[in-house]
């Protein structure tokens, strides 16, 4: 098989001439031969890759630090640069941009999982297993017997493996147990279904004057897509946005009457919210599992987890969050040497130690069977939740073409009309859908 090469877009060209560059983050392999005294061996220099990710020092970066110098503590042929990109995926998808164009693409990047159609219509990338069929044959089955088909597909666009699964978040219900007892609720039982997180949520406020529900807010509609899809609306249907219906506009109205009617529930940015029941404000919040490390480091009582709740009679759907990691890789020595790193990442060991540090889900079945991350699942409470409702994981829903990032930001428009109280939700979601749709057929 040959490689898989996608040429970058003249709308993503030009975004990418606009956008701010990272400096000094070259992807290029080195094979550099030092010139050698007469007489003397020629010295063969190390391949140097970066490897992109979206990860802070308070927030993942510590144990990507620590793979990566252990990676090149044992490798004397390959040598790993990791890069840090701020604003999570939109961020590092313009940052990406701005360095393609400039001719400097990093070897590994982090993609978001919503991300994935527009960037293998707009990047540079080697298929894994083209890479491996060319270049490591003895790797040929690595993907069958490494990762279960739906979570490969998870990383696939029409049945193309663009990259590897790598993180996998799922969303869940934090709450207060301390603020349970002041209200009068159960601090042992979270809510189960939507009807029961607005009346804890209006309870919670109207008996302790603090908020009773938040539901994290970043740049992308991942929180919302769950809420509106295990309802029977769909963000994505015959490739078509199908989500202004009488169920999506009933599921959204939950959380505007939370925000707008009941005053019991904040409109803020993830970091003000998750700080916001970190401090003892919030009753229930509404995370990605990925905060579980961040939120019972940060809280000043016991947090409890809860399943994400559904709607009665009908089948919870909860979006894949997380990323994959492609390989942008451009020469061969580059390629294999990206690859290395990958199987190097993908291992039980750290990929219990990435669970552990952080609460994302691992994409290898059996990690969850490693001797310390078997107990520390039975120990944490909130990450057991979360690999319960791995059964209910769907995938995030990815736009196509050079509309991916224009749709994420669309739709975190469109919650800020709702959530303010600008827009009716039925009224958002008719004009988003539209605008969506209209952007579809141009494609």
Not at 39 to 65: C, D, L, Q, R
Not at 197 to 205: D, F, G, L, R, S
Not at 231 to 249: H, R, Y
Request: aromatic residues 10%; charged residues 25%.
């Amino acid at each position: 098989m040959k490689k898989v090469w996608k040429k970058l877009a003249a709308a993503g060209m030009a975004a990418a001439l606009g956008a701010t560059a990272l400096t000094g983050c070259s992807g290029g392999g080195s094979t550099n031969e030092q010139p050698a005294e007469s007489g003397a061996e020629t010295t063969k220099e190390p391949i140097e890759i970066t490897f992109w990710h979206v990860y802070s020092e308070n927030f993942g970066a510590p144990v990507i630090k620590e793979m990566v110098e252990e990676f090149n503590n044992t490798h004397d042929d390959i040598k790993v640069k990791e890069v840090y990109n701020p604003d999570m995926y939109p961020g590092l998808m313009q940052n990406l941009q701005a360095e393609v164009a400039a001719g400097n693409p990093p070897s590994i990047c982090m993609i978001g999982y919503n991300y994935i159609k527009y960037f293998a219509a707009n990047f540079n990338y080697i298929s894994p297993q083209d890479l491996v069929d060319q270049y490591v044959p003895e790797d040929k089955d690595y993907l069958s017997t490494t990762f279960l088909d739906n979570v490969l597909s998870l990383a696939q666009v029409d049945g193309e493996q663009i990259g590897l699964p790598y993180c996998i978040s799922a969303p869940i219900l934090c709450y207060n147990p301390d603020l349970f007892e002041q209200a009068g609720l159960d601090p042992e039982k979270g809510p189960e279904s939507w009807a029961e997180v607005q009346e804890y949520a209006k309870q919670i406020t109207e008996k302790t004057g603090e908020y009773g529900f938040y539901m994290q807010e970043y740049a992308d509609n991942w929180a919302v897509q769950g809420l509106l899809e295990s309802n029977g609306a769909s963000m994505l249907q015959d490739d078509k946005a199908a989500f202004a219906t009488p169920e999506g506009v009933e599921a959204y109205q939950i959380l505007a009457d939370m925000v707008l009617k009941d005053k019991s529930a904040l409109h803020i940015t993830a970091d003000e919210g998750i700080q916001a029941f970190c401090n003892g404000k919030v009753g229930i919040a509404c995370i990605s599992s990925a905060k579980i490390g961040t939120v019972t480091q940060a809280a000043q009582f016991d947090v409890k987890g809860a399943a994400f709740p559904g709607f009665e009679g009908k089948e919870k759907k909860l979006p894949t969050g997380g990323n994959f990691l492609p390989i942008t890789a451009q020469t061969e020595e580059e390629q294999k040497a990206a690859w290395e790193f990958i199987k190097f990442v993908m291992q039980p060991e750290w990929l219990a130690k990435w669970t552990e540090n952080t609460g994302y889900l691992p994409p290898r079945q059996e990690v969850k069977e490693e001797e310390g991350l078997k107990a520390y699942i039975e120990e944490n409470q909130m990450l057991k939740v979360a690999f319960d409702e791995m059964e209910d994981l769907q995938p995030w829903a990815a736009y196509p073409g050079d509309m991916g990032t224009q749709a994420e930001q669309l739709l975190a428009d469109t919650r800020d009309k709702i959530l303010d109280g600008s827009q009716t939700p039925e009224e958002a979601l008719k004009e988003a859908q539209d605008t969506l749709n209209k952007m579809l057929e141009e494609q």
